[in-house]
Nanobody, 122 residues
């Protein structure tokens, strides 16, 4: 089973930027869709962004369109989430996810990392 390790979280002021990284184990990284979810205190986990195995297709939640960009480097077994123009409502634990397909990933089926905290101060 793939192991996922997130990094790059932290505290940032509103309007600032952060880049999350997720390093995946395994030799078949490029065969899997990768994505990010987040969970704010008292709320359910929600989909943020996904990228296909090739990296050619991406999907973003409406709440982050135009601000967040997902990408992947298959040579490094790593997926990234560039977060710009951050808002206090982006504060959450962000989880990396891996799934055989983008539709399955968006529905929440797949492997998960342990999560990393992102806090955006007003």
């Amino acid at each position: 089973q793939v192991q996922l390790v997130e990094s790059g979280g932290g505290l940032v002021q509103a309007g600032g930027s952060l880049r999350l990284s997720c390093a995946a184990s395994g030799r078949t990284f490029s065969s899997y869709a990768m994505g990010w979810f987040r969970q704010a205190p008292g709320k359910e986990r929600e989909f943020v962004a996904a990228v296909s195995g090739s990296g050619r297709t991406t999907h973003n939640a409406d709440s982050v369109k135009g601000r967040f960009t997902i990408s992947r480097d298959n040579a490094k077994n790593t997926v990234y989430l560039q977060m710009n123009t951050l808002k206090p409502e982006d504060t959450a634990v962000y989880y990396c996810s891996s799934s055989p397909s983008v539709p399955e990933l968006i529905r929440g089926f797949g492997s998960w990392g342990r999560g990393i905290q992102v806090t955006v101060s007003a």
